[in-house]
């Protein structure tokens, strides 16, 4: 079984950069897809963000296209999502999942496996 423990989140101004680790233990997840996702008070858990097993595909929601980047490092188990620019919009808790599908997928019901979330606060 895979485990998952993001870090990284915090407190940061409008424009700044934070950069989110997601750690991965367990079985291996080089051949999983992974993904961020967040979720803002009163609101639904939202795609963020989603790459292949070998990195070489990569999906963006509209809204951070531009401004973040996820990446991974399947030799040190580790998955990332680098964010610039940002927004109080932003501001949200911030969860890795894994997919064992065969595609990048945007839905939520299509990740097996999820991390517990780390907050992210983005101030004006």
């Known amino acids: 079984q895979v485990q998952l423990v993001e870090s990284g989140g915090g407190l940061v101004q409008a424009g700044g950069s934070l950069r989110l680790s997601c750690a991965t233990s367990g079985r291996t997840v080089s051949s999983y897809v992974m993904g961020w996702f967040r979720q803002a008070p009163g609101k639904e858990r939202e795609f963020v963000a989603a790459?292949?097993?070998?990195?070489?595909?990569?999906n963006y929601a509209n809204s951070v296209k531009g401004r973040f980047t996820i990446s991974r490092d399947n030799a040190k188990n580790m998955v990332y999502l680098e964010m610039n620019s940002l927004k109080p919009e932003d501001t949200a808790v911030y969860y890795c999942?894994?997919?064992?599908?065969?595609?990048?997928?945007?839905?939520?019901?299509?990740?097996?496996?999820w991390g517990q979330g780390t907050l992210v606060t983005v101030s004006s």
């Open positions: 790459i292949s097993w070998t990195g070489s595909s990569r």
């Open positions: 999942a894994a997919s064992r599908t065969m595609v990048v997928a945007t839905s939520a019901g299509r990740y097996e496996v």
